[in-house]
């Protein structure tokens, strides 16, 4: 007798929740339900495409003012071409200390990103290369195409490979940074030794 009734409050109970589901599910299609934490849908800056009374286009999303550079930014003025090439050669130079730290930094920066092609030792043997891909030159025997040995390559050319990349090579401007790339020039160098 009592099981039954066990069974019937938990049946009614059961009902009663299915029943309140889909009475207030139906009540406003729009409505999200109720919010957790609603401040971090309602929050009190404007969003980017919000209008916005306190500038004088009233919109939130504003022009940065000319000649602003974001937090953090390092200028590279040289363009994606020879001429950029060859001026970098001569104007830029490492921006970081010569430490044993940052060479063994630049190790390992270059055996996750170079090595796949350039091969642990620079001689333009790596897997990928095994499995099909444009051999590049090696840093210390090669000749680039751009002219020269790559064992003259000067510290503005690599970074200027590593930022834009060339031909077959993608640019490493977005995985590595550029005190990154100083540390992998730092290695490339240590290679175009060997
Ligand atoms: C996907 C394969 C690949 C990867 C990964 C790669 N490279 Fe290259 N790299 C090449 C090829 C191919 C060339 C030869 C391109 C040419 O001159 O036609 C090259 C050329 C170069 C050169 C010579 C550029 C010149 O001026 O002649 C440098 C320096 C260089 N790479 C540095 C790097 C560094 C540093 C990294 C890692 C951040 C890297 N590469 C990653 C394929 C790669």
């Known amino acids: 007798m009592l099981a039954m009734n066990k069974f019937r409050i938990l049946g009614t109970i059961v009902i009663i929740i299915a029943a309140s589901i889909v009475v207030t599910s139906c009540k406003d299609k729009r409505s999200t339900g109720w919010e957790y934490a609603p401040n971090m849908y309602e929050h009190i800056a404007y969003d980017p495409d919000q209008k916005n009374p306190n500038f004088k286009d009233g ?6 003012p000319a000649g602003t550079i974001p937090v953090g930014f390092v200028k590279f003025d040289y363009p994606n071409n020879k001429d950029g090439y060859e ?15 940052n060479f063994k930094d630049g190790k390992i920066l270059f055996e ?21 891909y444009p ?35 993608g640019s490493y401007a977005s995985q590595l940074a550029p005190e990154e790339r100083w ?12």
């Open 135 to 169: 051999a590049p030159p090696s840093y210390s025997k090669g000749q680039s195409s751009r002219g020269g040995a790559m064992k003259d390559l000067t510290d503005g050319k690599i970074y200027h490979t590593i930022t834009y990349g060339v031909n077959a090579m």
């Open 59 to 64: 919109k939130t999303a504003q022009v940065p």
């Open 183 to 194: 540390k992998v020039i730092m290695y490339v160098h240590h290679l175009q030794t060997l």
């Open 112 to 132: 996750h990103f170079c090595s796949p092609c350039h091969g642990k030792g620079g001689q333009g043997d790596g897997l990928v290369v095994q499995h099909g």
């Open 87 to 101: 001026k970098a050669s001569v104007e830029v130079k490492t921006m970081i200390a010569q430490t044993q730290q």
